[in-house]
């Protein structure tokens, strides 16, 4: 069975701290991480990760994968209180007939003033 | 541009009532997928569509329906509604079958009394 974990389940963090989020899996046939952010409702997309060693960037926001050790950290530098939301960790496994996300439980980013 | 639309955004039912969440995408997507978030759960496949008139079982499709007659619609139906599918439930769409990157729908909150 396909599993995703993530950690810490939760955090809270002064504004300007940089904060790491990890999240480890097991799947089948791998095909990429994906890492969502959810603040009210609908999940949005940060990153998508499908090789080893790479790192994306997008502003304050980087990912990297281990494909390895089966592993992926987010990490935000110089935190805003507009950061504070749930982060979702994502794989992606192919099931023959479609590629399907297992999704871990999230981690819970508080960021106080 | 819409993206993906649900309705309604919240719902309550008795227990054994039936009813339909609706979901439109307007980027001509192949593929969507319903899930369903619970707290301490992560999201987890309900049923998924890699096309019109295709649809298959993802993680937890008991007690729900669902059929694509076009591209742009994928309707959840709960044919008698339990107290366990009080949820908040989310329409997800994707370029297709190999594509993981979700978009998805603001959700909907049902509660089953």
């Known amino acids: 069975e396909d599993k995703v974990v993530q950690s810490p389940l939760s955090l809270v963090v002064h504004e300007g701290d940089t904060v790491t989020l990890n999240c480890s899996y097991e799947v089948t046939n791998f095909r990429s991480l994906l890492w969502y952010k959810q603040e009210k409702k609908a999940p949005t997309f940060l990153f998508m990760l499908?090789?080893?060693?790479i790192e994306k960037k997008s502003g304050r926001l980087s990912s990297i994968l281990d494909k390895k050790e089966l592993f992926s950290i987010l990490n935000i530098t110089a935190t805003q209180t507009g950061d504070s939301a749930i982060y979702l960790c994502a794989v992606g496994g192919y099931t023959g007939t479609a590629s399907k996300l297992t999704f871990g439980t999230g981690t819970r980013l508080q960021v106080t003033l | 541009n819409a993206g993906v639309t649900q309705t309604p955004k919240f719902q309550v039912l008795k227990t054994g009532q039936s009813m339909t969440l609706q979901c439109a995408q307007d980027?001509?997507?192949?593929?969507m997928s319903w899930y369903r978030q619970d707290p301490g759960m992560g999201l987890r496949l309900i049923h998924y569509?890699?096309?019109?008139?295709?649809?298959d079982q993802g993680e937890v499709p008991n007690g729900y329906n669902v059929s694509r007659s076009t591209t742009e619609d994928f309707p959840l139906r709960l044919l008698s509604a339990a107290p366990s599918q009080t949820s908040v439930y989310f329409c997800?769409?994707?370029?297709?079958?190999?594509?993981?990157?979700?978009?998805f729908g603001s959700g909907t909150q049902l509660s089953v009394l």
């Open positions: 569509s890699v096309g019109a008139g295709i649809t």
């Open positions: 997800a769409s994707s370029y297709d079958r190999v594509n993981e990157k979700l978009f």
């Open positions: 980027m001509n997507h192949e593929y």
């Open positions: 499908t090789s080893s060693g």
